[in-house]
């Protein structure tokens, strides 16, 4: 009889314990959703709104390392939305458009790579096309 019950036993132990792999797997499921949601910070139109009054505050104190860092944020926004959010990714040109974006995204993060070397360098201001332009 007592081979019976460790019989019972080791299912009922390979039952708890599949119940807790199960049970971990849903709370790392829900951890990673709420580590998506926390990741996204602002909602879009909101980062639409800071970069357009960044634009207005550029007539009078224009920093092209503050709109490049923007113009970052609300590109990789865009580039989430269209891979989380949206539709699959079924046509070329839908694909060739994303593509556009990931590597503008590259290529204002390299600008403002080079621009925060410039600033520690000591060099603030820039004359570009005859306009003078801060870093």
Do not use: W
Not at 2 to 29: F, N, R
Not at 54 to 79: C, G, M, P, W
Request: net charge positive; hydrophobic share 35%.
């Amino acid at each position: 009889m007592s081979h019976k019950s460790e019989k019972k036993q080791s299912g009922s132990e390979k039952l708890q314990k599949l119940k807790a792999i199960i049970l971990l797997k849903k709370q790392k499921k829900r951890a990673l959703k709420k580590l998506r949601r926390k990741e996204a910070g602002p909602n879009f139109s909101y980062q639409l709104f800071l970069y357009r009054q960044e634009l207005r505050r550029a007539h009078s104190d224009f920093s092209y390392l503050r709109l490049s860092k923007a113009k970052i944020n609300l590109t990789s926004q865009l580039i989430a939305r269209n891979l989380v959010y949206g539709k699959p990714m079924s046509t070329v040109e839908e694909l060739k458009e994303l593509s556009r974006e990931v590597q503008f995204k590259k290529r204002l993060a390299h600008q403002v790579e080079r621009l925060q070397q410039f600033r520690q360098l000591g060099l603030t201001e820039m004359i570009l096309n005859g306009k003078r332009m801060t870093l």
